[in-house]
């Protein structure tokens, strides 16, 4: 299957800082992407769409001002956490699906980074 | 919004035993998917499967979507089968795919 790439895998911070996550399709082009945030022993919580070249679209109940979404090129999105705090500390998923594929409208594998795992001290 | 329903939330079996996971879905999708989380956080695609009935290995799934449920099987379980595992529907008009509750496998020798 595909490959989506995270970086960072981990990463520990002070309150109050900022934090960029980087995503990227290694072997296809994804107009669109998604960010996830996973608490401890939850199941996972579509936090935005991420789409190249346009503004990223939010879920109910997320700040687009505390997480900025950036889809500069068809390979990359990125995600920063600003002014980070304790509750932020979370894991982060992004996913991505194969402009390419061979898919009807909807339609489509999705495939999912390593995660990148926030604390926020 | 849709509910994704898990069951059983939480497993124990003992290796080479069998199970059924269940998925049920509130209202009419698109697509959906099985993944399993590993102990690291990866989630690791084990089927796209919208309709019908698929097999790799140990490992079928099969999803009625007319009834909004699919199952997944796993035969002669292995203690590296254990994490958790998710169902993930897509609804119609969207490429949104939302996640279900989760069943937190545990294979012991």
């Known amino acids: 299957g595909a490959v989506v790439s995270q970086h960072p895998s981990r990463v520990i911070c002070k309150s109050g800082t900022s934090v960029k996550i980087e995503c990227r399709s290694l072997d296809f082009q994804a107009t669109t992407m998604f960010w996830y945030r996973q608490f401890p022993k939850q199941s996972l919580m579509l936090m935005a769409t991420s789409n190249e070249g346009s503004k990223a679209t939010y879920e109910q109940g997320v700040e687009k001002d505390k997480f900025l979404i950036n889809h500069a090129s068809l390979t990359l999105s990125t995600l920063t956490v600003t002014s980070a705090h304790p509750e932020d500390s979370s894991f982060y998923i992004c996913?991505?699906?194969?402009?390419?594929?061979?898919?009807?409208?909807?339609?489509?594998?999705?495939?999912f980074g390593e995660g990148s795992r926030l604390t926020v001290l | 919004g849709i509910q994704v329903e898990q069951s059983p939330p939480d497993l124990i079996l003992q290796e080479g035993a069998n199970s059924t996971l269940r998925c049920n879905f509130s209202d009419s999708v698109n697509n959906l998917q099985w993944f399993h989380q590993n102990p690291w956080g990866q989630l690791i695609n084990l089927f796209y499967i919208p309709s019908g009935t698929k097999q790799n290995g140990r490992l079928s799934a099969t999803t009625v979507a007319t009834e909004r449920y699919s199952l997944l099987y796993i035969s002669s379980s292995q203690t590296t089968d254990s994490g958790v595992y998710f169902c993930?529907?897509?609804?119609?008009?969207?490429?949104?795919?939302?996640f279900g509750t989760g069943t937190r496998l545990q294979v012991f020798p």
């Open positions: 996913s991505a699906r194969d402009d390419g594929a061979e898919q009807e409208v909807n339609t489509g594998e999705l495939f």
């Open positions: 993930a529907v897509e609804l119609w008009n969207t490429d949104k795919l939302i």
